[in-house]
């Protein structure tokens, strides 16, 4: 059974910065795309950024520069580095994961995600 954890929200400060982990179980990042997508309250879940199983990456324009996705492959995680961080960036991130190369940023390419952790983020 394949489970994804995400685990490293709460609530920040404006310019400062938070590190998301995503442990999965059940299946083997390295042979998965994985994402990072956020739902602000009344909104849309969005993409955030993806990470091909190549190790190419991806992200949205909105946070671009601020954001770095990164994996390890050794611990079967993938990470997010959120810096500078934004009253805009409040919502909840899931992690996302589907066996491929390529990084989609569209919600129904991946069939697999965890259960959320909140960021919030104050000005």
């Known amino acids: 059974q394949v489970q994804l954890v995400e685990s490293g929200g709460g609530l920040v400060q404006a310019g400062d910065s938070l590190r998301l982990s995503c442990a999965a179980s059940?299946?083997?990042?390295?042979?998965?795309?994985m994402a990072w997508f956020r739902q602000a309250p009344g909104k849309e879940r969005e993409f955030v950024a993806g990470?091909?199983?190549?190790?190419?990456?991806y992200y949205a324009d909105s946070v671009k520069g601020r954001f770095t996705i990164s994996g390890d492959n050794a611990k079967n995680t993938r990470c997010l580095q959120m810096n500078n961080l934004k009253p805009e960036d409040t919502a909840v991130y899931y992690c996302?994961?589907?066996?491929?190369?390529?990084?989609?940023?569209?919600?129904?390419?991946?069939?697999?995600w965890g259960q959320g952790t909140q960021v919030t983020v104050s000005s």
């Open positions: 059940g299946l083997t990042f390295s042979a998965y795309r």
């Open positions: 990470i091909g199983s190549g190790g190419n990456t």
């Open positions: 996302a994961a589907r066996g491929g190369v390529a990084i989609f940023t569209t919600r129904d390419a991946y069939n697999y």
